[in-house]
């Protein structure tokens, strides 16, 4: 038969069978098979494009797929609209709040109308971020509290001893609950306040009654503009007040008792505190004070070399009580508590041992959660946990999305500032990561009749494999907050993490919680002692990965949207089910795909009285000895290294006690002068002005015959806040951090605008 007549009739047999595709297919082959595969007009080497219709039906089965993993949108919906209230400049009025409560009931009440599911989807999520807004703005307005004002006076404080707080760069600092604040009026008083003290003052005990002089300022400012928000913590923990004791604290005599709530904190702290000082006495400073920091969540005997070292090597998760903690004290006991009930069948048979194992280690959860202090991380891993507990309890699974998604709904509910904090960022983060990759782990196929030597191998390797995907998955899931947040990266953070998990996991949290329970009856030494060896195989494990090159890279912070982005390309990612799901990836590694900004030339702190000129990538300190903590932070935050020696000071400045002048060859031709009260020398000003491109002095008086470009003075910052100074063409622009922090209840001085 001649070649075109058998492509004819092919050509008409597809008209007739009506496949387009299987006719170009048999034509291709009839023109192949006669060696004429030119001669065939419709055969074409690239290949087709799928129509509209395959597109939209290709969509449509995406869409189809996700049927039960719409709900686990509404936490995140409810979670962006409490970060919308906590990303605006200016506080909102209160009715707001009460009108958008019933316009979101009556979304919610309008899906039943609905018939469409995109369409009940969308007032879902409606409803949800309407709801996580006006939940903020009430949340803000039930613990509004006094607030210390910024005049930095010398107060002589009463106040009760709530709790031994974290020590904090300047030393050991105390949770007060002061009674009396000076001449202050008592609704101007503080309803807490946190104080820190000179090295080597003794501590008191919680539920003493103390009185201490102290210079008392509001909460601080952050560092550089747009960092890390402290005041914006106390505010949510009605912390009004933050001073720096001149002498050490006296016991006192209390006219009348603290009132109930509060005597009942104090109670409880008194017994956490006794529990701190016998773990460290029976284990040594050494490793007692990091083994009493993830018992009591006291922090206040840890060397601060071995808190160097876990934050090197990626491991200073450990120190703070959250997730890890209560995943294993609660897995732990109820393990225990199952095999116990599995080991006396008369109790087995009558009771489902599962379910009594979770109430076990519902109690252990909570039970913990309030010998830690009740410290924000805990308290939300508590509710985690919780949730994971009561799943069991009503036969639904424990750890899934849908369970993580109620843990972060019920967390934001409670705590709608929880969404601004790195810990419940990376917590959630890294959770619903690992809970993604349970979903798409292979499960093992169950052999019958292997040896044991095979199967214990088997094991080992599974361990392993998926020991690693964990570590890894997670460190993945918690980078960007890292970079965003602390700006640091630990090199060898995953195999640090990788050792010390098994450690921590079957010896340290497990002795250091029969240690605590059995502790009061005088028979905790033994697992304390076995807590004790683990920590210091895990501190050996920190010092190796902190020695390590490389051990920790600085990274600089990303544009501040960036990290929304990252959170939502994330969530994306673990969320969506299918192949569609890896176009959230992209928006994942927003952080690592956008560059830096550019760093400014000076960094000025909030009172003027520390300043830092940006050389290269390095940042060199003016006063290497006052505000390091913020010069660090701030010098971190825009990949510089600070330079915190007086050395490399000297040599682009000439610098006294009270003053700094720009040598030639400086990178800034910058003046600045830290004097409050106490003049300069004669001529001192005079020079400091003299071909000075920017001028900073700390107190009030500006001098009319200074003529640089740029002068500020000590008004200046304290309607400012610290501040960053770029070098814009021939002039200079400033960001300040009030300006960023916006006119919110957690913020002080003037408002910027």
């Avoid at 009440?109 to 007032?123: D, E, F, G, I, N």
């Avoid at 400014?600 to 520390?610: E, K, L, Q, R």
Wanted: aromatic letters at 8%; one cysteine or more; glycine letters at 8%.
């Amino acid at each position: 038969m001649p070649v075109g007549e058998g492509a004819i009739r092919v050509r008409t047999g597809r008209s007739e069978a009506g496949g387009a595709d299987m006719g170009v297919e048999a034509l291709e082959g009839a023109g192949e098979a006669a060696g004429t595969r030119a001669a065939a007009p419709l055969s074409t080497w690239l290949r087709r494009l799928p129509s509209l219709g395959r597109m939209g039906a290709w969509l449509r089965d995406q869409a189809d797929l996700q049927a039960d993993r719409w709900t686990l949108w509404t936490p995140v919906a409810f979670g962006g609209g409490c970060g919308l209230y906590f990303a605006l400049l200016r506080e909102p009025q209160a009715w707001l709040a009460w009108v958008l409560v019933p316009l979101a009931a009556l979304l919610l009440t309008a899906t039943r109308w609905s018939v469409w599911r995109a369409t009940t989807m969308a007032l879902v999520l409606t409803a949800s971020f309407l709801a996580g807004f006006s939940v903020a703005k009430l949340r803000t307005q039930s613990v509004r509290a006094p607030v210390a004002d910024a005049a930095g006076r010398a107060q002589w404080v009463e106040a009760w001893v709530v709790d031994i707080a974290s020590p904090g760069e300047g030393g050991q600092r105390l949770l007060l609950a002061p009674v009396r604040v000076g001449d202050w009026p008592a609704p101007a008083t503080p309803i807490r306040a946190r104080v820190t003290l000179r090295p080597g003052t003794p501590l008191p005990s919680p539920g003493q009654l103390v009185r201490l002089l102290a210079l008392v300022n509001p909460p601080p400012q952050p560092a550089s503009p747009g960092s890390y928000d402290f005041a914006r913590d106390s505010y949510f923990q009605s912390i009004g007040a933050v001073g720096l004791a001149l002498e050490p604290p006296q016991v006192a005599v209390a006219d009348e008792p603290p009132p109930w709530r509060l005597a009942l904190t104090m109670r409880i702290n008194a017994t956490r505190w006794a529990l701190t000082q016998k773990i460290v006495q029976t284990l040594g400073p050494e490793t007692g004070g990091l083994a009493a920091a993830m018992t009591t969540g006291h922090e206040a005997f840890i060397p601060s070399a071995e808190v160097d070292n876990l934050r090197a090597a990626g491991l200073a998760h450990i120190i703070s009580i959250s997730g890890v903690h209560m995943a294993i004290v609660g897995g732990f006991t109820f393990f225990l508590a199952r095999l116990l009930i599995a080991a006396w069948p008369w109790l087995a048979l009558r009771i489902n041992g599962k379910k009594a194992a979770a109430v076990v280690g519902l109690l252990a959860v909570n039970g913990y959660l309030v010998l830690s202090g009740w410290p924000p991380p805990a308290q939300r891993s508590a509710i985690t946990a919780s949730i994971a507990f009561a799943a069991i309890l009503v036969d639904r699974q424990a750890i899934s999305l849908h369970a993580l998604a109620l843990a972060a709904m019920a967390v934001m509910l409670l705590q709608p500032e929880a969404v601004t904090q790195p810990g419940f960022q990376m917590s959630f983060a890294a959770t619903a990561a690992l809970v993604a990759l349970a979903e798409i782990w292979p499960r093992p196929v169950k052999e019958i009749s292997v040896p044991w030597p095979i199967r214990l191998a088997q094991s080992a390797g599974t361990w392993l494999l998926a020991s690693l995907a964990i570590s890894f998955v997670a460190g993945i899931a918690t980078g960007p907050f890292a970079i965003q947040h602390f700006n640091r990266v630990s090199s060898w953070g995953l195999f640090a993490n990788l050792a010390a998990e098994p450690i921590a996991s079957f010896l340290m949290m497990p002795g250091l919680a029969l240690g605590a329970v059995l502790t009061p009856f005088g028979l905790g030494e033994a697992p304390l002692k076995v807590a004790g060896f683990a920590i210091g195989l895990v501190n050996q494990v920190a010092a190796w990965a902190a020695s390590a090159p490389q051990a920790q890279v600085v990274v600089a912070s990303r544009p501040d949207w960036t990290l929304p982005l990252s959170f939502f390309g994330l969530l994306f990612v673990c969320l969506w089910r299918g192949p569609f799901r890896w176009a959230g990836l992209p928006l994942a590694l927003a952080i690592l795909l956008v560059p830096a900004p550019r760093p400014p030339a000076i960094w000025a702190s909030a009172d003027g009285s520390a300043v830092a000129v940006r050389a290269g990538k390095d940042a060199i300190l003016l006063r290497p000895d006052v505000k390091l903590f913020g010069a660090e932070l701030w010098s971190r935050r825009r990949g510089l290294t600070a330079l915190e020696t007086e050395a490399a000071r000297d040599q682009a400045f000439d610098c006294d006690h009270w003053s700094c002048t720009a040598k030639p060859g400086a990178p800034v031709r910058l003046s600045a002068a830290w004097n409050l009260k106490r003049p300069l020398k004669d001529g001192r000003l005079d020079a400091l002005c003299a071909g000075a491109e920017v001028v900073i002095l700390r107190n009030d008086f500006r001098p009319d015959s200074c003529a640089a470009p740029l002068v500020l003075t000590g008004r200046d910052f304290a309607v400012g806040g610290s501040a960053e100074i770029y070098r814009e063409g021939r002039g200079w622009r400033i960001v300040w951090a009030q300006s960023t922090r916006g006119r919110r209840p957690w913020t002080w001085g003037f408002d910027p605008r």
